[in-house]
């Protein structure tokens, strides 16, 4: 931050002294404000575009605006040595051959970077797509279950990397515009895991509630974000994702027994990349999401491309279900409701399933963990404005909810406690947890919060710095 407020202060002096010298002092004049505001401004501008905006594939396009400001000088260069007379004529000429040689370098190898950034992009997607294949041949898969059971299965689809702040510290100021921008300079990160959820349904076929990141995002991320171009760069890091081999969507649904071609809907949560990604992998599925979402929300359209056709857009005019006074009885049987819960994003909806033994509800980003239902105690970062107040507000109908359904849990998209990766994991694990996996749950939930919503002592997030003193943090809960 205090290198921003440099860089803005000498943004505002270069312009100031550009316009009115005078301002600056007596002796100052343009060609001074350039050269002792202009040249730092210029490196700083640099700076920022190679730490925040570059990516490897603009590689042949710099080279090429090198190679066109030699050829340019040395033109220049040139056309001031037939001017002059003597010895100056003569240091033109060597300056004009010096720049114009760095220019036809620059030019070769900025032809050359074109084949070798794009071979290189290959390689790698061809080296994943190896490692794909390899993991779904891997010993221990599992056949699919036929038995008429509706099956729920959690799908572990990688980790994003954000700060802890970002995650946890909605009541500490991360909020709004100030939020964004201390995600962009706080380096106290987590990763945190990012979780789509398999529905096997014996009347309504195979669904999804959302579908993660893919390998693309994680391992060439330059190349796959180069096609939303600037917006992307400014709202993505480039190692925000980490996926194994075994965590690709298309490997953990082979290893269920499942193909991803069999897939008929996705519900989509919201629109945000680590819940869209995989639909690069469903181009034949129906994707149900709150039209709000995709006409206001943060689209990033490559992700979209190959569904954008097979939308469906709720109406939410099934009536009030509990404390929501809008629903959509999605199938019209009452297996599976669509809530709205807007504030983390303009549409963003919530899922209700009904199981022979209870009912879950996917909870997307309305609550990130189990430990963010004590929404006064613990808060994500929040729009700020009018979102914040409907992100709470959705918050506490889903309290309300879950109060009043005793055989109603919890599922999330991105909890890192031992709720998500011991329980909920060791329960779904083949599909239906049964009535004593949903009361395991509950007693969970009711031992980490109390009745009114509080955590209860020992379950409060804490960050815990890397003990190197670079790399990830992680999270106690104390």
Not at 112 to 137: C, I, K, N, P, T
Not at 381 to 405: C, F, K, P, V
Request: glycine residues 12%; charged residues 20%; hydrophobic residues 40%.
């Amino acid at each position: 931050m205090p290198l921003l407020v440099v860089y803005g202060l000498l943004l505002v002096g270069l312009v100031v002294g550009l316009l009115w010298p005078g301002v600056l002092g007596r002796l100052a004049t343009r060609r001074r404000v350039l050269a002792f505001i202009g040249v730092p401004v210029g490196l700083g501008t640099l700076g920022l575009y190679l730490g925040v905006v570059y990516y490897v594939t603009d590689l042949p396009v710099l080279l090429a605006l090198a190679a066109t400001a030699c050829l340019a000088w040395a033109a220049a260069a040139f056309l001031r040595g037939r001017r002059a007379a003597g010895g100056r004529s003569a240091r033109s000429t060597r300056r004009a051959f010096l720049a114009g040689g760095a220019g036809l370098v620059l030019g070769v190898l900025s032809g050359l970077s074109v084949d070798r950034v794009e071979r290189q992009r290959r390689e790698v997607l061809a080296r994943g797509e190896q490692e794909r294949q390899a993991a779904v041949r891997a010993p221990g898969a599992r056949r699919r279950i036929v038995d008429g059971a509706v099956r729920v299965f959690p799908i572990h689809t990688g980790d994003t990397v954000v700060t802890y702040g970002q995650f946890y510290g909605g009541l500490d100021g991360w909020e709004g515009l100030n939020g964004y921008l201390r995600t962009l300079v706080d380096k106290a990160q987590i990763a945190v895991p990012v979780y789509a959820y398999l529905i096997d349904h014996p009347r309504h076929g195979l669904m999804l509630v959302d579908t993660g990141v893919n390998g693309e995002q994680a391992h060439d991320h330059d190349g796959y974000y180069n096609h939303n171009r600037m917006v992307s760069r400014l709202l993505t890091q480039r190692d925000e994702y980490r996926l194994t081999p075994e965590q690709d969507l298309r490997v953990r649904l082979a290893r269920l027994g499942y193909d991803a071609k069999e897939i008929t809907t996705v519900f989509l949560t919201h629109v945000h990349d680590d819940h869209a990604g995989g639909l690069r992998y469903l181009p034949q599925a129906t994707v149900v999401l709150d039209r709000r979402d995709w006409e206001h929300g943060t689209v990033y359209p490559y992700s979209f491309d190959l569904v954008k056709d097979n939308l469906s857009f709720p109406a939410f005019d099934s009536g009030a279900f509990g404390a929501f006074p809008d629903s959509q009885d999605h199938f019209g049987d009452g297996s599976l409701i669509l809530l709205p819960t807007p504030g983390h994003s303009p549409g963003h909806m919530c899922v209700l399933l009904r199981l022979d033994a209870g009912n879950v509800l996917f909870m997307g980003d309305t609550l990130y963990t189990l430990p963010h239902l004590a929404t006064d105690q613990v808060r994500q970062m929040t729009i700020g404005g009018a979102d914040t107040t409907h992100q709470i507000e959705s918050a506490r109908r889903i309290q309300h909810l879950l109060a009043s359904g005793p055989a109603t849990v919890p599922l999330f998209a991105h909890d890192n406690t031992r709720y998500q990766s011991d329980l909920v994991v060791s329960a779904f694990a083949h599909g239906t947890p049964g009535k004593e996996g949903l009361r395991e749950l509950r007693r969970y939930m009711e031992a980490v919060l109390t009745s009114g919503w509080r955590l209860r002592p020992g379950h409060t997030p804490r960050f815990v710095p890397p003990a190197s003193g670079t790399g990830l943090g992680r999270v106690e809960l104390r």
